[in-house]
């Protein structure tokens, strides 16, 4: 049991820090639903970058500044032309995808060099992977799953104990009052928006150098979407974001657990669970109508100035 969570832990990885980098997004106002195609952008920059240099910084700063300059792309369509949301997400989507396929197709089959998987591999945290079943699961990983834990911390500091995260959410619920009392609305949405999109970069790298360790066609294969549905589960918190994308990983390898265990099910019905799951995760958000489980009140509105 605890090989299979601490496998969950690494599954969880990649939607954890695409989940994060879109309520970051959120709560400046902006829904993005582009996630897949960041994330797809950061797999194969991070990707490239790595292979060819054999360093895991280069490769882990390639995702980022891939997945910011997707977010940027967004941003600027966004927030400085006022497109419209939904439609710049999924063109999002769209053009991450052929990005992907463009750059990595003279990759597919490669494996990421020896250094590379070498710098991720599992160590234990001093004192804290002692305690029983609790420090092998969570406390003998690599070092972007002890990023993760500390990215969770930190982005719900930010929200909710500094000026800042207070400034950020009186831009995401009403942008016309935040520009008013003297908030710079184009930057907070700008910085945050290219900050989610360099998370789901970082989540996208992890899959293709940590996970996979080589690249294939479509290596997100759908986390970008769960990614989405789990911002709505998690309430646009960071700290039930990491609960979600917990159950969510241990979904997306429940399959190769039960064939260990020898439960033949089929292949087909594995891989629609996670889906399946979202679709149940959404109906049941949909009934918690809590105001602290409402997404920002000006998410997906574009804001005009000479309006307010």
């Not at 299979?4 to 969880?12: C, E």
């Not at 063109?91 to 990005?99: C, M, S, Y």
């Not at 990983?141 to 993760?148: E, H, I, K, S």
């Not at 959410?169 to 710079?184: F, L, R, W, Y």
Request: charged fraction near 10%; proline fraction near 3%; hydrophobic fraction near 55%.
């Amino acid at each position: 049991m605890e090989g299979f969570l601490a496998a969950t832990v690494v599954a969880a990885m990649p939607l954890l820090f695409a989940t994060i980098g879109e309520i970051i997004t959120e709560k400046a106002g902006l829904l993005n639903l582009g996630v897949e195609g960041l994330m797809l952008m950061g797999a194969v920059m991070g990707f490239v970058t790595g292979y060819e240099t054999g360093s895991p910084w280069i490769g882990l700063l390639g995702a980022v500044l891939a997945g910011g300059a997707g977010g940027l792309i967004f941003a600027f369509l966004t927030v400085t032309l006022r497109a419209n949301q939904v439609v710049t997400g999924l063109t999002l989507t769209i053009f991450g995808t052929g990005f992907a396929s463009f750059m990595g197709k003279s990759y597919v089959g490669m494996v990421v060099p020896q250094a590379i998987k070498n710098f991720f591999v599992k160590m234990s945290v001093p004192l804290l992977s002692d305690i029983p079943f609790v420090g092998p699961v969570f406390f003998r990983q690599d070092l972007f799953v002890c990023f993760g834990y500390f990215l969770v911390a930190a982005s719900a500091l930010y929200f909710y104990r500094s000026a800042r995260g207070l400034n950020l959410k009186a831009v995401g619920e009403n942008a016309a009052s935040a520009d008013a009392s003297g908030i710079n609305i184009m930057m907070y949405k700008y910085i945050h928006t290219c900050i989610g999109g360099a998370l789901c970069g970082l989540g996208g790298a992890y899959m293709s150098l940590v996970m996979m360790s080589v690249w294939v066609e479509n290596v997100v294969s759908g986390r970008g979407w769960i990614a989405v549905a789990l911002v709505i589960f998690a309430s646009w918190n960071p700290i039930k974001a990491f609960v979600g994308a917990f159950l969510f990983g241990g979904l997306s390898i429940l399959g190769f657990r039960l064939q260990s265990m020898g439960i033949h099910i089929s292949q087909y019905w594995v891989d629609m669970l996670p889906y399946a799951a979202t679709i149940f995760i959404i109906i049941l958000s949909s009934r918690k109508n809590r105001k602290e489980n409402q997404p920002p009140a000006g998410l997906g509105n574009a804001y005009f100035r000479e309006e307010r």
